[in-house]
T-cell receptor, first 113, second 114 residues
Framework: QKEVEQNSGPLSVPEGAIASLNCTYSDRGSQSFFWYRQYSGKSPELIMSIYSNGDKEDGRFTAQLNKASQYVSLLIRDSQPSDSATYLCAVNGAMASYDKVIFGPGTSLSVIP | DVKVTQSSRYLVKRTGEKVFLECVQDMDHENMFWYRQDPGLGLRLIYFSYDVKMKEKGDIPEGYSVSREKKERFSLILESASTNQTSMYLC?????????????FGPGTRLLVL
């Protein structure tokens, strides 16, 4: 079983819709959860981090964490064509040291104008 | 502003050559990482360093070595390049403050081994 799993996509949504990206992880003791966005040909950049169960909102982005289900998601409201990118879920495991994280394979999102 | 730079954006090397990839960060970060990114496989950790002259193997260290002689600089070395090392290589750094720290990435080096 892979440690961090994501649907590879591509996920296509129309402009203005809600995009829902999902991630599951295997290490039950994981503490920190991150969503990175990576545009084609560019390097990843952090858009959200979450550490406690529940929702965390930042503008059009909402991260949701359910530790009991080992599940973290990212919702993008009012999706824009500029949101088209690959979204990487990253998890800092319970036994991780030195800020190591494990990345999922990423979900490719395409927002159709 | 946070900045991680990598020595080259694109490199073409021949099988058997020794290849050096350099990464420099200007944020006084403690930890530095080298990843490779391949389609369908995501980001995989090759090596990381948590202090000058200190290093630890990541998930795929075979065929690679690293060097960290100064805090701001972390080098990845391919001792004898092979075609299966053709990939995008990404360097990252974190401040070392704990498991909630953001990884700051460099622009990447796309390496082609012929």
């Amino acid at each position: 079983q892979k440690e961090v799993e994501q649907n590879s996509g591509p996920l296509s949504v129309p402009e203005g819709a809600i995009a829902s990206l999902n991630c599951t992880y295997s290490d039950r003791g994981s503490q920190s959860f991150f969503w990175y966005r990576q545009y084609s040909g560019k390097s990843p950049e952090l858009i959200m981090s979450i550490y406690s169960n529940g929702d965390k909102e930042d503008g059009r982005f909402t991260a949701q964490l359910n530790k009991a289900s080992q599940y973290v998601s990212l919702l993008i409201r009012d999706s824009q064509p500029s949101d088209s990118a690959t979204y990487l879920c990253a998890v800092n495991g319970a036994m991780a040291s030195y800020d190591k994280v494990i990345f999922g394979p990423g979900t490719s999102l395409s927002v159709i104008p | 502003d946070v900045k991680v730079t990598q020595s080259s954006r694109y490199l073409v090397k021949r099988t058997g050559e020794k290849v050096f990839l350099e990464c420099v960060q200007d944020m006084d970060h403690e930890n530095m990482f080298w990843y490779r990114q391949d389609p369908g496989l995501g980001l995989r950790l090759i090596y990381f360093s948590y202090d000058v002259k200190m290093k630890e193997k990541g998930d795929i260290p075979e065929g690679y070595s690293v060097s960290r002689e100064k805090k701001e600089r972390f080098s990845l070395i391919l001792e004898s390049a092979s075609t299966n090392q053709t990939s995008m290589y990404l360097c990252a750094s974190t401040s070392g403050g704990g498991p909630w720290e953001t990884q700051y990435f460099g622009p990447g080096t796309r390496l082609l081994v012929l």
